[in-house]
């Protein structure tokens, strides 16, 4: 049990009572934590991406980590583009690399960087390279020839472009009929086949 002291204020002579102290149970604290405790990984392994980030491109960065003097880092693939100077305090970057993040990235699960465009998948460092150059979410480059198009994106995304942009045909179905009528059939002539988009019920062929 807590012991409580009166207090006595000489100006006016009055006895004061203490402010009245309410103990509660742990358990019943309004917003206790007892219980479900915070997981301090999540945190961690956000902070920890941050780190991974490079300045310059945005990307999470891989081994080799390259980093200054001062101790800013930035991705391998991105130390040409800088001409091999630090992106945050301009001093140069030489062949210092950062082994300690290297093998904190090395050690990590990532998210897959097509992950925008809808791939669920997480995986360690060597096996997310090898996924994200078969993933099957990952970015396409318009297929219509000529047109020196520099739009990307998944499947759906490029066949709405086609349609919409380029005017490619559409059909619906794994077969269409095409007529080709030369006006003299004794003359060799070059013909171009333009680009088709089949769509059926499970695939779509362009």
Known sequence: MMATTAYIDDSCSEVIDPPKTEVLDVAELPGDHTQNPPKPNVVVSSSVRELLECPVCLSAMYPPIHQCSNGHTLCSGCKPRVHNRCPTC????????????????????????????????????????????????????????????????????????????HKVDMHNGCTFNHRYVKPNPHEVENA????????TDTNTLI
């Open 90 to 165: 301009r001093h140069e970057l030489g062949n210092i690399r950062c082994l300690a993040l290297e093998k904190v990235a090395a050690s990590l699960e990532l998210p897959c960087k097509y992950q925008c465009f809808g791939c669920p998948g997480i995986y360690p460092y060597y096996s997310k390279l090898k996924h994200e150059s078969q993933c099957q979410y990952r970015p396409y480059s318009c297929p219509y020839a000529g047109s020196e198009c520099t739009v990307a994106g998944d499947i759906p995304y490029l066949v709405n472009h086609l349609k919409d942009d």
């Open 192 to 199: 171009t086949w333009m680009l088709t988009v089949l769509h």
